[in-house]
Every structure is written in C-alpha cells, then in structure tokens.
C-alpha cells in the first residue's frame, strides 16, 4: 500500500469538522477521553450525531449506521478526540452492534436499536469473571432453562459502568455437559431485573467505572438469547475480531502527545524551558516516531480490513501491543513532565477544580494522573499482552 494523502479524505476531514464547529455545544468541547464521559453527555452527544445521521459512525449503512469505511471512520474519531467530544457508548457501538447487525432477530433489533441511536440504551459487558479472565471459556456463570426463562446464577467482575447501565451482555454456560467453548450461550439482561447486585471496585486511578456484578436467580427470557444456544463462543469470537485498526487507539496518543508538548512549552526546568532540555526532547523525540510508526501501521490494518485481508487479525493484534505499550510510556513521561508536581493526585477530569491557590499548570495537569494509573491496565483489557503475542503466533503461521 501507499501512504499517500487520499483527497477525498480530506474532504471528509473538513466535513466532520465543520460539524463538529457548528453542532458540537461549547460546554460539551474539551471533554477527556480515557473512560467514557458522564452518562447525561454521551446521551446528549449521541442525540447530536443521530439527527445528523452519524448516530451508529462504525455501522454498515444497511443497519443503520453510516456506511463509513474504516479510513473514514478513523477520521472521524481523531477528529472527535481532537477538539475532545463527550464518548460514545463503545460497547454498544463497536461490540454488541456489530453483533446484533449479525445475529439477532428482526424483534431484538427493533427492541434496541432505536433505543441505542437515541441516546436512551447505555450497555456494558459481562464477560470476565473470577478465575476466567484470559481463559474466557472456563466461565462458570450459568442458565438454567425454567421454561420461556433462563435463571442465572454466578458473578462477573470488571464489569465497566455497570452501576450506569442500562442493559448488559451477557455470557453463561447452559451446557455443563459438552466441551467448555460449545457450552456457552450469548443472552441480553436489562440490569433492572430482580437479582442483580452491582457492587463498586475503585480502581488505582481513584475512579469508580470497574464494578462487580452478581446474579441471583436472575430470570432472563429466552428471547433475550441472541443466537442458538451453545453459540455464545463463536458468536464472541466475531465480536472480538471486529475493528482491529482501532485497538491502538491513535486518536488518544496523538492527544497525550499533544499535552506532552504543551507541558514542555510550559515547564521551566531551571532556566530553561523543559521542551529545550536535550534529555527530555530525545524522549519526546522517540515517543512521536514510534507513535507515526503505529499511526502508519493503522493505515495498513485499515486497508487490509477494508478488502477483509485475513493479515488483518494478527497485525491488528500486533496493533494492540505496540499501542497500548506506548499509551503506557507516554502516560508516565507525562506525570514526569510535572516536575514535583507528578506526585500530587490531581482531581479527576471530570471534577471540579478544588477551591483555593491554582498552580498556573493545573487545567493542563488536571487528569494527567488518573490517566496514568488508568493505562496500567490498559496491556490487559481488552486482550492481554500475552494473549495477543498467542494469537500473532498462531495467525501468522496459518497465513
């Protein structure tokens, strides 16, 4: 491939950001992006892009969605991360919309769909739980058939904005009998259902989005099963292939780059300015070209996908690695960047500033922190680290 300016990309560039200049309100402008945004601006956001006909961006246009290919879509989410739109529900978006597109019926997707592109449906997803996180099909939450109702019963753990979720899906074993991955069963479960208990897990970043989750005689209607029973494993093996020129997630490097730079212009070591130190510009120096070198790398998954290239599963995992690696150097060179004042826990991002003395920094500082603690985590989810070097070694070898 070639890594020539597409002109009309560019012009789709200019379309997005004249949208985003014209509908995107003042107060919504400036948002962070590393977790998703609190619940009443990813719903209004949500109804902004849906009356402009982007309500579903990663979609097919045949569901709904905008038709976008993946080059496009990849500007439209540097562009948003850009100018710092509230976030969408990615689970939905990027995980169980693809799969509901594929496999549910002509009822399910009526009873959510809309639901999703208005705004009025946040999901989160219940996979992992205690002892079976890399090992997905060892699950032991279960369902039992009780007529036109499964009962569920087990615990998830990680469940991401539970306590802010409308619905959740669902993993539960419905067969003990058979092999572990033909045992599995995919089920949509609306988080109001007698039985649920969700309880806060604060993670390192001081946040509260990870929860544990727990199902007690939980009943879930058989309807609400997407697929064949003993499908759930394939059915999430599609799910977790899809979008592979995202994993790296460029748009929120280039914009911890951008801070980083900021901070440097900003700093003064001594006399100089931290940006001037040789030191710290060789730092900054290797960051950028690794960071083009993944940016690069993303164009060829993209177009690789977009021709539905099988090379685009183990790059696309090789993506992951490089990236999430570098989201975790980046973070650290940032609150290094802070002098003394990488210590301090600044509020999170989405908190008021304290009242009292501001160190002139601050708003630029403000989440710098949290980011950090938070891409700890980030060579786990999604994949672990180790998980995808597995899936290069075997993919490549096929190839």
């Not at 390192?204 to 007690?216: Q, V, Y």
């Amino acid at each position: 491939m070639h890594f020539h300016t597409d002109p009309g990309l560019e012009v789709f560039r200019q379309e997005v950001r004249q949208f985003l200049a014209q509908h995107l309100p003042p107060e919504l402008r400036g948002r962070p992006r590393s977790t998703r945004s609190p619940v009443p601006e990813v719903t209004r956001w949500q109804r902004i892009l849906n009356g402009r006909g982007w309500g579903a961006p990663y979609w097919a246009k045949e569901h709904g969605g905008t038709g976008w290919s993946v080059q496009q879509i990849l500007v439209f989410d540097e562009e948003c991360a850009a100018v710092g739109t509230p976030s969408l529900d990615g689970f939905v978006h990027k995980l169980l919309g693809p799969v509901l597109n594929e496999f549910a019926t002509p009822q399910q997707k009526s009873q959510h769909m809309a639901a999703v592109l208005n705004g009025e449906r946040l999901w989160c997803q219940g996979f992992s739980e205690p002892g079976s996180g890399s090992d997905l099909a060892s699950l032991r939450t279960r369902a039992e058939r009780d007529g036109d109702h499964y009962v569920v019963n087990g615990q998830k753990i990680w469940t991401s904005y539970a306590h802010e979720s409308d619905w959740i899906f669902l993993l539960v074993r419905t067969d003990g009998s058979v092999k572990k991955q033909a045992g599995i069963s995919f089920l949509l479960v609306d988080m109001k259902t007698p039985g649920i208990t969700v309880r806060p897990i604060r993670s390192i970043d001081d946040c509260h989005h990870l929860n544990e989750t727990f199902f007690d005689n939980v009943r879930v209607p058989v309807d609400n099963r997407i697929g064949e029973e003993g499908a759930g494993w394939s059915i999430t093996k599609f799910l977790l292939n899809n979008e592979h020129a995202t994993t790296a997630e460029l748009p929120a490097l280039k914009g911890y780059l951008r801070r980083l730079r900021e901070l440097a212009a900003a700093q003064r070591v001594g006399r100089e300015w931290l940006g001037e130190r040789p030191e710290f510009a060789l730092r900054v120096a290797r960051i950028e070209a690794e960071l083009q070198a993944i940016g690069m790398m993303t164009q060829r998954v993209a177009a690789l996908e977009q021709v539905h290239d099988p090379a685009a599963l183990p790059l696309g995992s090789m993506l992951k690695v490089r990236g999430t690696e570098l989201q975790q150097r980046i973070t650290e060179c940032l609150v290094e960047a802070l002098g003394d004042y990488g210590a301090v826990a600044y509020a999170h991002p989405h908190d008021p500033l304290p009242d009292g003395p501001q160190w002139p920094q601050q708003d630029v500082a403000r989440g710098i922190a949290n980011d950090m603690f938070f891409r700890r985590a980030s060579t786990i989810y999604g994949g672990s680290s180790e998980v995808q070097r597995g899936i290069v070694s075997k993919l490549l070898f096929q190839l």
